[in-house]
């Protein structure tokens, strides 16, 4: 069976497209090339290896074939615009919940949608979307089946092998995020904001009620996380009392302790 039969047998909803390349640029791109062509909502890409992985603020994203699931989500939701945004949070909740499935152990977020255990980031997203709001690209690179990383990463960085000692199939892993995006997706249409989905996030967001460290190019400042807003903002009390809003695009957010 090759990767797209494996992939399709695990997905619980006919309404996916999807398309598996053994090498490719960045599946963002490739993504966003075929939604120029004009590919449906729900089309899925999928590549063994990427040339040209892209990561959050402008970052290089590498992982070695074989080892990682790299695949990117385009869809067409008639939402606002300025809304399509908030769709990283729900890719960051379909992770956590469907990482937390596979390996038997609790897996939670660093806002905005950091997936971590134990402190360690387990697979990172990166969401793009169309100056006319027609699409959004949601990329998501999963730490699968590696056995270490290189020295600088070590003490930021886990797979699901290092996590469980159990090499897992990189068809599976992606089937099973992508049928609790399926769910997380539909849920969020209904409102088509975070209103509706708020309470499961924050009890997955491991920076609740911790201290954290806001670098925002106005200035960095720490505070104290409540949890999100319905646009998906961090919600921080800064350490003079007033509460602000702290919106993803611009910033980071660190633990004053670490990574988390
Ligand atoms: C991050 O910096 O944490 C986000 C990393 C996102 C990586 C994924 S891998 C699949 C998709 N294609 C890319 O080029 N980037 C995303």
């Given at each position: 069976m090759d990767f797209t039969e494996e992939i399709k047998q695990d997905l619980?909803?006919?309404d996916w497209t999807v398309y598996h390349a053994a090498?490719?640029?960045s599946t963002n791109e490739w993504a966003k090339r075929l939604a120029e062509e004009g590919a449906p909502d729900l089309t899925v890409c999928l590549a063994?290896?990427?040339?040209a992985g892209k990561g959050r603020l402008g970052r290089v994203w590498k992982s070695p074939a074989g080892t990682s699931v790299s695949m990117s989500v385009l869809l067409r939701p008639s939402?606002?615009?300025?809304?399509?945004?908030m769709l990283t949070l729900v890719m960051g909740m379909a992770a956590a919940d469907g990482l937390g499935k596979i390996m038997g152990l609790p897996v939670g977020i660093k806002w905005p949608n950091d997936v971590v255990i134990h402190g360690k980031k387990l697979c990172g997203i990166l969401t793009e979307t169309a100056s006319d709001g027609s699409w959004v690209v949601i990329g998501i690179g999963i730490n699968v089946n590696m056995t270490d990383f290189p020295e600088e990463l070590r003490s930021k960085a886990s797979s699901i092998r290092l996590e469980t000692g159990r090499e897992e199939s990189l068809p599976r892993t992606a089937a099973v995020v992508l049928n609790e995006f399926r769910d997380y997706y539909r849920a969020f249409l209904e409102t088509e904001d975070m209103s509706g989905l708020r309470a499961t996030y924050e009890r997955m967001l491991?920076?609740?009620h911790e201290k954290v460290r806001v670098f925002d190019p106005g200035g960095a400042f720490n505070g104290t996380a409540l949890g999100i807003d319905d646009a998906g903002d961090l919600l921080v009390r800064r350490d003079d009392g007033t509460v602000v809003h702290v919106y993803s695009g611009e910033v980071s957010v660190r633990g004053i302790y670490g990574y988390t």
């Open positions: 619980e909803s006919d090498e490719m640029d063994d290896e990427q040339t939402v606002r615009p300025e809304h399509l945004s491991v920076n609740i």
